[in-house]
Nanobody, 118 residues
């Protein structure tokens, strides 16, 4: 079974930066569809940034210009560089992948917590 593991969360002051990492393991396939979502307490889970078909990247309007999604050097890894962090960015951040197989199974990581203090 495939596993998705996030890392890089922590506590940072407003205006600071963090880099989140996501690694998918347990498969020999190359996974193109990977992205980040977040959920703040009492709120719905929302898209942060994700790779789309054709090589484009989708960003939430609230993070575009501050966050950058990129692929890591290791196979099936993605990075989320978060700059100019705001208290409203505080949330649990989840990595999601879609398996390139029949059924297009979605697999979520356990999440990593980001806390931005004012």
């Amino acid at each position: 079974q495939v596993q998705v593991v996030e890392s890089g969360g922590g506590l940072v002051q407003a205006g600071g930066s963090l880099r989140l990492s996501c690694a998918a393991s347990g498969t020999s396939l190359s996974i193109n569809r990977m992205g980040w979502y977040r959920q703040a307490p009492g709120k719905q889970r929302e898209l942060v940034a994700a790779f789309a078909s054709g090589g484009s990247t989708d960003y939430a309007a609230s993070v575009e210009g501050r966050f950058t999604l990129s692929r890591g050097t290791a196979k099936n890894t993605v990075l989320l560089q978060m700059n100019s962090l705001k208290p409203e960015d505080t949330a649990v951040y989840y990595c999601k992948i879609t398996m390139p197989t029949r059924g297009w199974l979605e697999v979520w990581g356990q999440g990593t917590t980001v806390t931005v203090s004012s």
